[in-house]
């Protein structure tokens, strides 16, 4: 026999089957996340305990313990029970009790140590085979169709505390019953008129019919002479019904004063109030009384086709929606106008619309050119990544998504676009942050083995400064004075700080930060040079100082043993701006040995509006290299790149430490200590040092992921801005002129990118740590980082060309070494059928690869040596940056391609192409055509 229980084992040594005549096994009490291998050569092995562990799935090679009698797995995770269990001649016990994901009845120990059971464990197993099989049937029939609304019941119970309109001091009120879709909607009901009183009793039924959004009610006082006084109104979301079920709700009245308000076309404005259980509480100086009802949402089933019923959904993944036939519309090319063919680029498919996101399935294609495409090729969009919606006419429906694309759908009658918008609305722009599909998903990755990957707890603070950056625990310590975010509620609760500096100082210095927001360490260099981040200080007009604030400053210059004397302050903003805040009472900092220099990068709103023209530009045809950089876009990144640049350049060449800020210290601040973070450590450029990059830099730090990217929010405020596209794009940037650099590629960029619009998990939502501590979101959503270091997944993500480079690397930073990101803001405009490719969360890719395909096609066109390092670092960027721009120049149709023509006979490691007679430039000139004609 062999003992092993209890020593928290995670894996058994192959070479236990070298142990051929053992005849026991314990392997209980241990962290086993797989079922031991090793053992299936044991030929005589009679008992195997494998009691609490965390076992997922039994093998079906288990066959092969044909000597096996006893098996004892309880109190484990199994999923399913291998049906090669049967033909083990000798099995008499069966301990399976503890396992929750196995049918119910299956869930028990069959037999004892001293007295087996080998008929209970036959007839356990064929349990377990109808038991399955029933729940196999069950999935397939609740799959064949879904619920809707098919009408809703309403009972208008009685009124409290309504105000008084008439002379008397009464009023004689009555309700009105409408429903709304944000767009249009109508009077269906209202109740008799109750006389002089305030807290009138109705007791009147409606069966209303419909599938309207917002179920609103109106108060008004009834007049004999002259129109009828509002009194309040009252709406409730009716997707927030449960089906078929009573529920009594208590809505305060609110006063109707805007006219979006009166006409109910307000979205904003809804109130769901399942959720308020003791709305008689509320401030009677904010309401107009009270309203009381009972409302029954009806069920109706909707069958769903055979192409719906093979959805492979997720799980909390509901049908909500679907309409059997709808044209998906494009816009024609700009050279077909005269001809009228604008949308005459036509596809016919089925719609759905799931708590996930909008699916359209395509049956063909059509248009001027009678393209075909693949055969029920969905195009999917998921809820987070509406960005608007609205109809252009009563049959059709526009989706303005976050990704820059752009849907037009034409239905057969303007009940489905109705039924359809609604759903869409409801999955989009969810009222309460727990009806979005990350919660609905659940905080649990089912169906494959994503347990051992981290997610919630990837970046340890302690651990990537003291363990992998061997940061000085002589020079810095991890404080607790935002223990709780009393201090700064912005800030993660553990950062790093100057030994120097106890945490009184830290307490005194935040009142003169803004946001609380003081000098924190941000990366430590092994020449003891750092880079910290903080605010703007609180200076104003009349110089105000803190001379703690000014003790931490000093201490983080002298924390830097080479050079102690100096320390570089980067604003990123422009002076004007800087000078701008000052007059609101911040402004910038003046300190003894320190030198101030400002980075010019604009704020928020120059963003926002130069991704708005972009976006213009992209979506009409044919896009020159002179629109794109007329919207200011490409200046923008060049600017954010140069100021990374110059910071990772003082830190490792001069030695110098840097405290970096911009106003709030959460959107350009986290931006370049990214970028320069990037440029100076060769960890941050894998795939997982990445991700632990934007936990530290993004996540943690406080950047506005939920403002910044506009999750849930029904219109555009001034708080949108594509801040971390700006930072991916520059990623982008550095993966083109740094081939072999990074361990990832184009494709994993674009991923993280839609998943964080998406909120198809936590990590985006929210805007700082606190908030997603408070919201409870590692415990009811899941996280995105073992999704994306998930081993299928990660061939997708890999960089074929990786090459790691030890040291820092200093991008170019001038327009020519800079191109559009074609893969992203183009992706939808590649071919006319291009928008029909299933994307990545489907599983599969869009042609993710045309960056590495061009590569290759360089490579074999010039000669140049895979393994040539010109080849993989400096020369071929400036080739692929000068295909790049002949592209453009030649989409232009202009005649000044001989710029790029010049610069590329130096920038060429080998000027003779493999191709003989012919010269670099003309070699260049064909795959520049070849590009466009692509």
């Known amino acids: ?94 301990w399976l ?123 008004l006082d009834h007049d004999l002479i002259g129109s009828n006084e509002m009194m309040g109104v009252a709406q409730v979301l009716v997707a927030d019904l449960p089906f078929d079920e009573v529920v009594r709700l208590t809505l305060p009245l609110q006063p109707a004063k805007s006219k979006k308000e009166r006409k109910g076309k307000d979205v904003r404005i809804i109130s769901s109030a399942l959720g308020d259980t003791s709305p008689m509480e509320s401030s009677r100086k904010q309401t107009q009384g009270f309203i009381v009802l009972s409302v029954c949402r009806k069920s109706r089933k909707v069958p769903l086709s055979a192409t719906a019923a093979k959805l492979q959904c997720l799980p909390g993944e509901e049908f909500v929606a679907v309409a059997v036939e709808v044209r998906y519309l494009r816009a024609g090319e700009e050279g077909e106008a005269e001809s009228g063919a604008q949308e005459e680029h036509v596809a016919t498919g089925e719609l759905w619309v799931t708590t996930r996101g909008l699916y359209v399935a395509i049956r063909e294609c059509g248009g001027p050119k009678k393209e075909k495409s693949q055969p029920n090729c969905p195009l999917f969009i998921p809820g987070g990544l509406v960005n608007r919606i609205f109809r252009s006419s009563k049959t059709q429906l526009v989706v303005d998504a976050k990704d820059l694309r752009t849907v037009t759908l034409q239905f057969l009658s303007s009940g489905d676009c109705e039924r359809v918008m609604i759903s869409l609305q409801a999955i989009a722009f969810p009222l309460d942050l727990s009806h979005c599909f990350s919660f609905l998903r659940g905080s649990v990755l089912q169906g494959k083995k994503w347990n051992d990957l981290p997610g919630w707890n990837l970046y340890d603070c302690h651990y990537e400064f003291f363990g992998r950056q061997r940061c000085s625990t002589a020079l810095w310590r991890e404080t607790t004075v935002n223990d709780g975010y009393v201090v700064s509620p912005t800030y993660p609760s553990r950062f790093l700080v ?71 302050i980067c604003d990123a903003r422009p002076f004007a701006a800087a000078v701008g805040n000052k007059m609101a009472g911040r402004g910038y900092e003046l300190y003894d040995k320190c030198s101030l220099e400002f980075l010019n990068i604009p704020n928020i709103h120059a963003v926002r509006g130069a991704l708005n023209k972009l976006r213009a530009v992209c979506q009409g045809h044919h896009p020159t290299w002179n629109k794109v950089e007329e919207t200011g876009w490409v200046t923008l990144i060049r ?51 990445f991700l632990i990059l934007i936990d530290m830099e993004w996540l943690a730090t406080g950047h506005k992921f939920g403002e910044r990217l506009g999750h849930h929010m029904v219109e555009e405020t001034s708080e949108r801005s594509p801040v971390f596209l700006q930072f991916i794009e520059s990623v982008y940037h550095l993966t083109n002129q740094f081939p072999g650099a990074m361990e990832f590629n184009e494709t994993f960029l674009i991923y993280i990118l839609d998943q964080a619009h998406s909120c198809e998990t936590g990590t985006f939502l929210l805007n700082n740590e606190r908030e997603r ?146 010269s670099t430039t003309q070699g260049i000139e064909e795959i520049a055509k070849q590009e466009v004609a692509i």
């Not at 894996?11 to 053992?22: R, S």
Request: some cysteine.
């Open 1 to 94: 026999s062999l003992f092993l229980n209890a020593l928290e084992l995670t894996a058994v040594p192959e070479k236990i089957g070298d142990l051929k005549h053992l005849s026991k096994v314990y392997l209980g009490n241990n962290a086993l996340r797989t079922f031991p291998a090793g053992i299936l050569p044991i030929k005589h092995l009679t008992l195997l305990h494998l009691d609490y562990n965390h076992l997922e799935t039994i093998p079906d090679t288990i066959n092969q313990l044909q000597s096996l009698v006893f098996l004892m797995v309880r109190h484990n995770r199994l999923t399913e029970i291998p049906e090669t269990l049967q033909s083990l001649p000798n099995l008499s016990l069966l």
């Open 773 to 918: 501590i408070e919201g409870r979101l590692p415990k009811n959503t899941a996280s995105l980082w073992p999704l994306v270091l998930d081993e299928e997944r990660l061939p997708f993500f890999r960089n074929m060309l990786y090459k790691p480079i030890s040291g820092a690397i200093q991008p170019e930073t001038e327009s020519i070494h800079l191109d559009l990101w074609s893969g992203y803001y183009l992706r939808w405009s590649w071919g006319d059928a291009a928008d029909l490719r299933a994307n990545l969360f489907l599983g599969t890719t869009i042609n993710y690869n045309i960056p590495s395909l061009k590569r290759e096609r360089l490579e074999r066109e010039l000669n140049i040596p895979a393994s040539s390092e010109s080849a993989t670092t400096r020369g071929y960027d400036q080739m692929d940056r000068r295909v790049t721009g002949a592209t453009y120049v030649m989409r232009k149709g202009t005649s000044d391609g001989t710029h790029f023509k010049r610069e590329f006979k130096w920038a060429s490691p080998n000027p003779n192409p493999r191709r003989g007679g012919g």
């Open 639 to 689: 600017t954010i790149l140069r100021g990374a640049k110059r910071i990772s350049a003082l830190v490792e060449g001069a030695g110098v430490s840097v405290l970096v800020h911009c106003s709030d210290g959460w959107d350009r601040t986290s931006q370049l200590c990214a970028l320069a973070k990037l440029l100076l450590d060769p960890f941050y450029r894998t795939i997982a040092g």
């Open 498 to 568: 100057p030994c120097k500096v106890d945490d009184e100082t830290l307490r005194q210095a935040m009142v003169f930060r803004g946001q609380g927001r003081i000098p924190i360490l941000s990366y430590y260099h092994l020449n003891t040079a750092t880079i910290t981040r903080c605010a703007q200080p609180k200076v104003g007009m009349k110089g105000k100082r803190n001379r703690w604030d000014e003790e931490l400053v000093a201490a983080i210059r002298t924390s830097n043993c080479i050079n102690p004397l100096q320390l570089f």
């Open 97 to 219: 009790e503890g396992n929750s994901n196995l049918p119910p009845p299956i869930i028990r120990n069959v037999g004892e140590m001293i007295k087996p059971d080998p008929e209970g464990v036959r007839s356990l197993l064929a349990e377990y085979k109808a038991a399955l099989r029933l729940t196999q049937e069950n999935v397939e029939k609740k799959n064949r169709f879904y619920l809707s609304t098919g009408g809703i019941h309403v009972c208008i119970e009685e009124g409290h505390d309504l105000p008084a309109l008439d002379m008397n001091n009464r009023s004689d009120p009555f309700v009105k019953l409408l429903f709304w879709d944000g767009i249009e909607g109508g009077e269906r009901a209202k109740t008799k008129v109750a006389k002089t009183t305030l807290a009138p009793r109705w007791q009147q039924h409606f069966d209303l019919t419909g599938s309207y959004r917002i179920l609103r009610l109106e108060v």
